[in-house]
């Protein structure tokens, strides 16, 4: 449905762009994540041209929407646009906002469009809000009313820039569940996210986005699991896990204790598990701290989460001799390994490549 | 509804009673008149002192010199000023409708004032003064400084050492003849030389220091000054600083502005000369204007635009004297009996009607009439109706205009009989009656515009009117410009001033005007409203006033949307001719642009000047509210156009039914402000002829010389239009409310 | 960590809020040992406002006790609320160290 070849894009000196190449069908559900600043906003505005590309050729349709003869306010009636800041019209009711472009661009008559837009707002759960403005709807209501305005007009493909960046945490649910509605639906949608666990739920391909062109894709599977290349896989694991590195002595438990605490947050993760990963971790630290006699006090600690076995693994690697807490007796007392036994499973030592690693997943209960 | 209403009602008579009260001056003529009055001190002199002891229930305000304490006892805020005798004296002489009264408040000597501790200075400073006080010196001194009259003061060159250790001296320079600074900026007087002699005795330099009277004790006490000349000893003064012995006697006295009538001497015009040095009131570009500057270099010129106003200024004492024509002074005068002639020899000059330079023909045919009229016998008809008989009471005679025939524009100022005034809704006069009996004579149809006096001769020859007449003078300067007809009248001018300021009118005194308060209302309402029919004139001007705003801001608006929209555009070609549009515009008053459009840019065309005045507050206002849009429309967040384009509207559909309705929604406080600064600018299009609601007012004045009336209700109407204007803009504020459509359909 | 202490003729109650940890220890054990001025101290550690608790508290409640016993005194704990209380458990301290449900049945043993 649409075609883009060699798209590039300049601001001035600065190039955000080299060389898109992509192709989205109909019916897909395209995902397009990466890092700040990689264009993946700038290539989803190339596509209804709201960006100008510098270079490249678009096709919509089998239409070339960057020849002069293409009427493109037509193009993009066809074309719905979710902004991250809603951008809902401020002088118009919601009900209004859902009624303009069908009356005034699609020739429908106040009622149809008024009925259609009914049905719409009660599709998103805001009937009851079709009177108010935007300036009284809440974040969440606002973006599903700008969802449902683009769906008044009966689009054929709907871009999502970054549709729930701009959201408190407890509203973003309400909005994702309503896209993930429409990709049951079977609409084509191509969304900008920073939403993992979203992107690997719903869609069927995935672009990440890296160096100004599209750097990988492929289906979630690959993607989120397997990445092929080495700049998708640091990625993923960036924004899956908490890394944490220690280098001296004197580190800062109150430090890592917020980071850990944020993480959870982010998880939504109970509170009894929060509290297992603080203790295991001070424990583990406090372990190091008295074993370690040597040199080096160099602790890597990596805590992941996997949202479809809804396990919490920590991972702490340290330098030095070999170390192995659990098994020798050298500690004063038992007491922090007891209490890491107890609150863990599937406890692991490994002796890899001249570090200590431990692994483990916190207990459930 | 109710609350405004009744706070318009308190504000019209807040504005009403102020108005109603006379004007009262109380008048001292001795010390115990004083009692309650409004009494001028210095601070910290004995005055102050004396006049809080002496009398106790009057307003003392105390003022850091003498001159403050003059101009308030001159402006009338107080009734007299207590201050040493020979200071009473100089203030006198310099200002003849003030006197001191004989008996003084209090006599007090002079001395001069030592630091305490100093004892080896004082004793000195005592042995010269009794030196001086036996050779006569100080006689001498007194003398030559406290003279009755005006003519210079007798300098004594004094050689003043210039080696040694500075005697430094601390004066208050303001007080003639004691203290004060003479051209060259050089202290002297009294005290200047009584110190320079102190100096010479001790073998000293002198160096002066001025300050205000009562820093001078804090001044010694501190060291910065050695000696303080001169002071009255007190028992407060003797505990901070001692004294010399004397040096003079003195005595504070009451300085008073004479009464009306009163004997005392000069301050009394008596003769043409007289007006020297004294606030002419001329009428502006009249011959008077220039005939004063000129021989009269010291007087002081006020220009009027309209003889009502001078008047006005006479009898509130703003001016002295005023100029005027003879035959008008005599009308003046029957209703206003305080005022006087001084003289009626000032200046005389021909009279005449005034044409374009390059219409010869009109001037010829209008020369010929003039001999058949006076062959024939009219003119002196006329002169007896207008010049002879009371002009008031003359009746014009019955002209219809023709239908057809060439039609000549006559270009007047509404100024006074008998030349051209407006009674009863039409003009009359003798001009009038003249040039219309030429017009029928000659079959053409006349048609008049009135403006300001000073703006005939400019309308005249940029082919704005085809002839001009208002007992115009013939003068060289303006006969470069125009040409005059064949005179037809002499010109006397007579010189007015209040009768109590006349030497002649000595002991008539004018009867007072003791009506009291609503009497005076209604029959000043009668007056101004009434008769004549005047309200019709304020109608016509309320109407015009109307026209002229509603199509201006209409007309500014479509433009300003048209500068606003070059002004945004990209392309440079369109930005930049509209930038320059918005500061040029914005940068010129918009009186001078009015003036441009009428006198310059449609000079010889013959356009109703009600259109001018459309299109120069237009495009003033276009200015305005292309940067108001500009405003409104970048205030509005790019991301509404962004979702407007990418729904699939144009630029030109976003444009209007996204952004402009959200912009709109955020100006219209703005214009409806700028609306309402624009109705009452449209008060000055009476300079380029249109009779406005403010000329309305002027023409009233002009017969009745109140300044209340006409001129309250005036501003009352002009309240009530931006009232009206600021509800119905507020009312469509609420309609283009979208929330107030909400609240409408659920 | 907060602190409050309530001496009472037989015993000192020690309410501790907040986190016992690697941090909070060291201090936690100087504010008690100053309110121990000998004889037969007996301390009741009200733990109701207790989040949190690690190994390091719990080597120092140890210490406490052993120094308390060892001059006829005790500890004991009370108003343990769910997490702490899982950790005290597994790590086998209830065995060790009395434990009761709120400070009125603690103070009223002996």
Redesign the interface.
Known sequence: MIKVEHLSKQFGELTVLREVNAEIKKGEVISIIGPSGTGKSTFLRCLNLLEMPSGGRIFIDGTDILDKSADVPKLRQKMGMVFQSFNLFAHLTALENLTIGPVKLLGRSKEQAGKKAMELLKMVGLAEKAGSFPDELSGGQKQRVAIARCLAMEPEIILFDEPTSALDPTMVSEVLAVIRRLAKEGMTMAVVTHEMDFARDVSNRVFYMDEGIIYEEGPPQQIFENPQKEKTRVFINRVRSLTYHIRNQNYDLYAINGEIEHFCEKHVLPKTTRNKALLLVEELLAIFSAGQVTRQFEIDLTLSYSEKRDSLELVAESAGDYFNPFEENTLPDQLGTTIIKNLSENMEYQRVSDRNRFSMTVKKQ | MKKAAVLVFICLMMAVIPAGCGKSEKVITKLEDAGEARIGVMTGTTGEQLARARFPNADIKSFDDVMDAVAALKSGQIEAVILAYSNAMNVAKHNPEMWYLPEPVEKEDMAVGVRKGNDELLAAVDKIIAELKGDGTLEDMKRRWFKEDLSPYEQVDLAVPTDGAILKIGVNAAREPFCFTDENGRITGYDGELARRIGIKLGRPVEFSDMKFLALIPALQSGKVDLAISMAPTEERKKSINFSQPVFASAQVMLVKKAPGAKANSGKMASLDDIDGKRVAVYTGTIHDAFVASHYPKAEIMRFDSTADMILALKNRKADVAFLDLTSAKVMLKSNPELGILTDEALTRPLGVGFNKNNPALRERFNNYLKTAGADGTYDEMYRRWFENDPEKAEMPEFKNPETGEEIVLGVAVGDLPYVAYMNGEYVGFDIEMLQRFARHEGLRLKIMTMEFSSLVAALASGKVDMIADGIAITEERQKQIDFSAPYMEFKTAVIALKQNIAAYDGKEAAGTGTSFLPRIAASFHNNIILENRYLLILDGLKTTAVISVLATAFGTMLGGLVCFMRMSRNKALQQPAKVYISILRGTPVLVLLMIIFYVVFASVNIDPIIVAVVAFGMNFAAYVSEMFRTGIEGV?K??T?????????KA?TFL??VL??AV?QILPVYKGEFISLVKMTSVVGYIAVQDLTKASDIIRSRTFDAFFPLVMVAVLYFCISWLLALSLGYVERITD??AR?RQ?? | MEITVQKESHYVVVKAAGRLDTNTAPGFERECAACLTGSKGKIILDFSKLEYISSAGLRCILSMAKKLRANGGDLVLCSLSGFVEEVIRISGFDIFLPIFADVASAAHEN
Do not use: S
Request: avoid cysteine; charged fraction near 20%; glycine fraction near 14%.
């Open positions: 967040d991301g509404q962004e979702a407007g384009i990418a729904m699939g509207f144009t559909q039914y996204i309705p959200q929604r979208p929330k909400r359909v659920l």
